[in-house]
RNA sequence: GGCCGAGUGGCGGAAUUGGCAGACGCUCAGGAUUUAAAAUCCUGUGUCCGAUAGGACGUGCGGGUUCGAGUCCCGCCUCGGCUACCA
């Protein structure tokens, strides 16, 4: 075997990593310990993509290089297996989503055995396997068990939350009912997608404009008893203690702007008769502001309590209760049209065009409590019932949205904010109500508050309205209640039972399946089509599963299934312990290896998985079941990687050439600016491309424009590259290393075949540096010698681990890899290479390329794998230059250069360079005003 | 619209603190080897002027700070990603 063959040497090592179980981790760590973690791959039908090598090699040259280093490493490898596409697959087949999933994680196997990653494979996992899910469920339960106790601000077992007296005095019935309604994991009415052409509830990724993706039938959002998980109760530790990990402050920001706490007031509107408004007040002003609004008041939420003078009028989201109290029956038809036509717009939908804000009045009035003003309430879209109180003061001289809207249905602008004089902003404009300025400023038209600032107003309306008991600060989060449940098959199992009475109905009373009776696994079913009603596929399951008697007592099993972030919340947990059967994972264990110290993947997951993740993390630490705070310390998300570049031109139907700049794009396709002519879209190999200036163009026609650009990979683009092929042509260690090799892990970066040949051909370059390829057999290059190495040789090697070591360290990986290449290029010149050299490189290259290297490591005399050898050790006393070459600048340009003793003084260098002859030459007609000398880095001369 | 990130040769990228711009790889060109090709090895490869020596310019654009700016400050432009009426 005379020339490097990778997929001869890369089966070799993998069945022999495999056989020696040389990467099993033991149960607790023996040294420092080191958890690394990749982000959860859902096994899709396609297979590994090149994306997800990127950071799975990542993590693998981190921990190899950590384990030669002597730290215990946990590196473990699953399946968030759970999800849409199986079920898909089983409704279209009628095979189990089961038999999908399965030889899609075989096939996912297969693929991250062959690029040789150092899993413990003994801990691998998936979210469908039954003894996995078991525990998911009991951490629902734990859930189900907690309350969040919001003066302790943690969460704490039902069993210790206080039962009022008035609830208390009801009985038994009504305790549990407050029980249910203080659980973290709630039963609530929530909307969902319900497409009746279709039989069955959508995902919000399934329904596209108002109309469901397959088929194209109308959607419309219906309520459905479902369950939410309280996450919002966690929204201010999951925002605060973001300060104690290692993450990006990128993400980071993701993950506060989407938790989006934002403080204000609330404030109480008047809307019962107005003869009776001034006994409200009073009543108001001796009882205080209440927890609830009562049915005659319109409670808002605001930022900006200092405009309720301007506030011209009130808008209620279409299924705020208050609609039909408020409507009037001059406008009942409209409203109730409005509202109706509302319930078929997705969220999305109506914030789409939000340019063309949508409305009607109501016909009912409310009265403002900071001046007495009565002011018309509208209905419109563009308040979501979910954020707030569902209902606002509209303050249009203030507020962009509430401007257009009152344009668009001529309503009052009063200005009650003065910007003062400011750049872009017309302070005339503004204060006559044709401007709409959202900044602060000094308060104006605001009786006698006229003259405050706007933050110093904001306070003491605040107390003012407190006094009044007409209002009080409030916190609010865009993070809403998590909507915990599917209504699919292929999920998890509530463990939850629904009491039901003797003639079968549902009493309202449920419970938890005990602990003893986990798992709950998924029911046998004739099939996985829909059955046209709004409740889950699991309803079809035979009586045996679904209806489950218990002391006596008849249950219906909860039908909806948990979503695939579930599973996905606390695999963490699992790798550490994964076989036990009596616990979710052994304390001791547990708190040996969390928190899991550096974890990578894609930024797709920076705000859901993560949140949800630390949610559930949270809720466990506040349980006592983990020890940390915090699940993930570090946190790095990798660039995507696109498709090879494409240069890309037009054609007119006579094949005339059209630049890219002289072609739109509109609904109905591309045309030529110029005549509206339709064109196509061609695409050009390299050499019909020439650049000029900033910009590509044709190389036989330089007026024409070309477009040069990487797209995301996508099948219908065709520019997907397929692992399995690489490594087929390259082998394994050339994917690895090119994927390193391309650029820094965090930036989005193109592919490019000729780049992988390159890191081919350094291995072919590190092969034949030590191994005879004109040999017939497997022989060390004679250039291999066991004389001492030589000074120079140390210099280069210790040079190269100093840097590799650094880069390493730091996740330079690209840099690190250009640091070897330099090693092999200065010694495939050399005659003599030692072997200590050679095994020390060897050594360097292992995380990187470990097939390659332990098939050297042997051949250079090794007789067990170098997984576990010591990592070169650097000796920087062999790194010392005796003499070094420094610039000499006139004017902060380089002239000339000198070489000197490295460590010269400051003079005795002015005085070389003052010395050198080009120097004398350039400097003899000027005067020398200053001379920056810094010792080993330059002499620079500023001359008149 | 908002937020985040990025703009350096033909391409991917490199450049501790402000201190030799373009490491390393690809591409391309020339040469060696070969009957020939592949593979391999050697040389060159930012732009412009110049036969060479050498010189000028050069890190998206315009300003600024500095002896000195890819790096710091101000103002723009372009591209990419995420997000989208959150009152």
């Not at 290089?65 to 697959?89: C, I, Q, T, W």
């Not at 107003?457 to 600060?473: H, M, Y």
Request: include cysteine; aromatic fraction near 10%.
């Amino acid at each position: 075997m005379p020339r490097y063959n990778p997929g001869q040497i890369e089966s070799k090592w993998q069945a022999y990593w495999e056989e020696n179980q040389t990467f099993k981790t033991a149960e607790m760590p023996d040294s420092e310990k080191l958890y690394v973690l990749d982000m959860f791959p859902y096994p899709s039908g396609n297979g590994l993509h090149v994306g997800h090598p990127e950071g799975y090699t990542a993590t693998d040259i981190t921990c190899r290089f950590e384990r030669m280093r002597g730290k215990s490493v946990l590196h473990p490898m699953g399946y968030d297996a759970f999800g849409l596409p199986a079920e898909e697959h089983a409704i279209k087949t009628n095979t189990p989503p089961r038999e999908s999933t399965e030889k899609n994680i075989a096939n996912f196997t297969r693929q991250l055995k062959m690029l040789g990653f150092s899993y413990d494979w003994n801990r691998c996992l998936a979210t469908t396997d039954v003894g996995y899910f078991k525990w998911t469920q009991w951490i629902f339960l734990v859930l189900f068990d907690t309350w969040f106790d919001s003066e302790q601000n943690k969460g704490r077992p039902i069993s210790e939350l206080p039962i009022p007296d008035e609830v208390n005095a009801v009985g038994e019935i009504a305790v549990a009912k407050y029980r249910d309604e203080h659980r973290l994991a709630y039963l609530d009415d929530a909307l969902v997608n319900w497409c009746a052409g279709l039989g069955t509830v959508l995902a919000n990724e399934e329904v596209i404009d108002g109309r469901s993706e397959r088929g194209n039938h109308p959607v419309q959002r219906i309520p459905l008893r479902q369950w939410m998980l309280r996450i919002t109760a966690y929204a201010d530790r999951l925002e605060k203690d973001l300060a104690d990990v290692n993450w990006s402050e990128g993400i980071k920001k993701l993950q506060r702007d989407w938790i989006g706490s934002s403080t204000g007031a609330e404030v109480d509107f008047y809307i019962g008769d107005p003869a009776a408004y001034d006994s409200w007040k009073e009543a108001r002003a001796e009882f205080g502001f209440p927890s609830k609004a009562e049915e005659h008041t319109l409670r808002v939420y605001t930022t900006r309590p200092d405009t309720l003078y301007g506030a011209t009028y009130m808008v209620i989201a279409p299924e705020h209760p208050s609609v039909d109290v408020l409507t009037t029956t001059e406008q009942a038809e409209t409203v109730k049209s409005y509202c109706e036509k509302a319930s078929f717009k997705s969220d999305r939908e109506r914030t789409e065009d939000s340019k063309s804000k949508t409305g009607v009045f109501t016909g009912a009035y409310a009265i403002n409590p900071a001046n007495g003003v009565k002011v018309p309430v509208w209905v419109a879209d563009y308040v979501l019932i979910s954020y707030g109180t569902g209902a606002i003061m509209a303050v249009p001289a203030h507020d962009e949205r509430d401007y257009e809207f009152a344009n668009k249905y001529e309503i009052d602008i009063l200005a009650v904010v003065d910007p003062g004089d400011r750049k872009s902003v017309d302070r005339n404009a503004v204060l006559a109500g044709t401007q709409c300025f959202s900044g602060f400023g000094i308060a104006v038209n605001s009786g006698d508050y006229n003259g405050t600032p706007t933050e110093q107003f904001k306070e003491t309306i605040r107390e003012a309205l407190a006094v009044q008991g007409t209002g009080a600060s409030a916190v609010n989060y865009k993070l809403r209640d998590w909507l915990f449940s599917r209504q699919r098959f292929w999920g998890e199992p509530f463990p939850i039972l629904h009491e039901l009475n003797a003639k079968g109905e549902p009493t309202g009373v449920i419970r938890g399946v005990d602990e003893s009776d986990l798992p709950v696994d998924l029911p046998y079913l004739e099939d996985y089509k829909p059955h046209g009603r709004p409740e889950p596929p699991l309803a079809k399951a035979d009586d045996d599963w679904l209806y489950p008697v218990i002391d006596g007592k008849s249950y219906r099993r909860e039908t909806n299934t948990m979503p695939q972030w579930a599973g996905s919340c606390w695999y963490y947990l699992r790798y550490i312990d994964p076989t036990n059967e009596d616990c979710f994972v052994d304390p001791e264990k547990e708190k040996a290896w969390m928190p899991v110290d550096l974890y990578i993947g894609g930024a797709e997951h920076a705000v859901l998985h993560l949140l949800y993740a630390r949610f559930w993390h949270k809720v466990l630490y506040d349980r006592g079941h983990v020890t940390t705070v915090e699940p993930f310390q570090r946190l790095v998300n990798q660039g995507m990687i696109l498709g090879e570049m494409e240069f890309s031109v037009f054609q007119d139907e006579y094949l005339n050439w059209v630049g890219v700049d002289k072609v739109s794009r509109d609904n109905d396709g591309l045309y030529r600016q110029e005549d509206g002519s339709e064109v196509q879209l061609i695409k050009l190999t390299e050499d019909q491309v020439a650049k000029q200036g900033d910009t590509f163009v044709l190389a036989d026609d330089e007026a024409v424009r070309v477009d040069a650009r990487s797209f995301k990979m996508s099948k219908s683009r065709g520019n997907v590259i397929n692992p399995d092929e690489i490594v087929e042509n390259y082998g394994a260690d050339s994917l690895r290393l090119y994927e390193m090799f391309m650029g820094p892990l965090t930036a989005t970066k193109p592919w490019s075949m000729s780049g992988v040949n390159g890191v081919k051909g350094f291995l072919d370059r590190v092969w034949r540096m030590i191994v005879n390829d004109r040999a017939e057999s497997l022989e060390l290059n004679e250039a291999i010698s066991d004389k001492q190495a030589e000074a120079d040789a140390l210099k280069m090697l210790h040079k190269t681990i100093q840097a590799v070591t650094r880069d390493t360290e730091n996740l330079d990986f690209n840099t690190a890899i250009a640091r070897m290449m330099e090693f092999v290029n200065y010694f495939t010149k050399q005659n003599v290479r030692p072997r200590s050299v050679m095994q020390s490189f060897v050594l360097l290259l292992a995380p990187y390329a470990p097939h390659i290297a332990e098939e050297l490591w042997e051949l250079l005399g090794a007789e067990a794998t170098l997984a576990y050898e010591p990592w070169p050790e650097l000796d920087e006393s062999l790194l010392v230059e005796s003499t070094i070459e420094i610039p000499i600048q006139i004017k902060g340009k380089v002239k000339s250069r000198i070489s000197v003793a490295a460590d010269i003084s400051k003079d005795d260098l002015e005085q070389a360079a003052r010395h050198d002859e080009k120097m004398q030459e350039l400097l003899a007609d000027n005067e020398v005003v200053k001379v920056i000398v810094v010792p080993g880095r330059l002499v620079n001369f500023v001359t008149k």
